[in-house]
């Protein structure tokens, strides 16, 4: 098939869907290799749908990593590019997300917003714009602890220590305490 359509892009939708076992590191590594050997024969770029291992509330507040994929490390170690999608919106007529890149051997792009809309005729509408992703919570606590340490030259500390020194910032003592 490949030979006859001569494709510049293939999706294999989903992976699970060609394979056995997602966490067989000696498979996963020869599905890999024989996809980049697929893409540079045909002259074609290949991209595979997976998914990310379901993350608990806490842990949703922080952006999707190549480290959230299920199964063997050695897809995403071998990928030469890992984007994560993250729905952030949905309601009965809107989708809106996020797809960022998580892993590149390339230079990043920033960050996309989407919203996929249900049209009334029946059609569906898909929109993008640049994204700047904000800080996260988690994200501006951890960055205030590592400042602070950094300033402060500081080997050993304790938590009341922290929240005490980071009290006339922005970052909130509650947002220290979960995430540290």
Known sequence: MLKEYK????????????????????????????????ANDHDCCILVIHHARKREGKERRTRLDQSDLIGSS??????????????IDTNDETVQGIIRVAKSWLKNFIPLKFTLEDKSDGGISLTFEEHEDAETKPMKAQTAICDYLKVQKIQEFTRQSIVKGLAPSVIKESAIIQEW
Do not use: C, W, Y
Not at 21 to 27: G, S
Not at 28 to 36: F, G, P, S, T
């Open 7 to 38: 494709p510049k892009f293939v999706v294999i939708d989903t992976l699970i869907s060609f394979i056995h076992d997602e966490q067989d590191a000696e498979l996963i590594n020869a599905v890999m290799k024989n996809l980049r050997t697929i």
């Open 74 to 87: 050695i897809m995403a170690r071998v990928a030469g590019l890992v984007m994560a999608i993250d729905k």
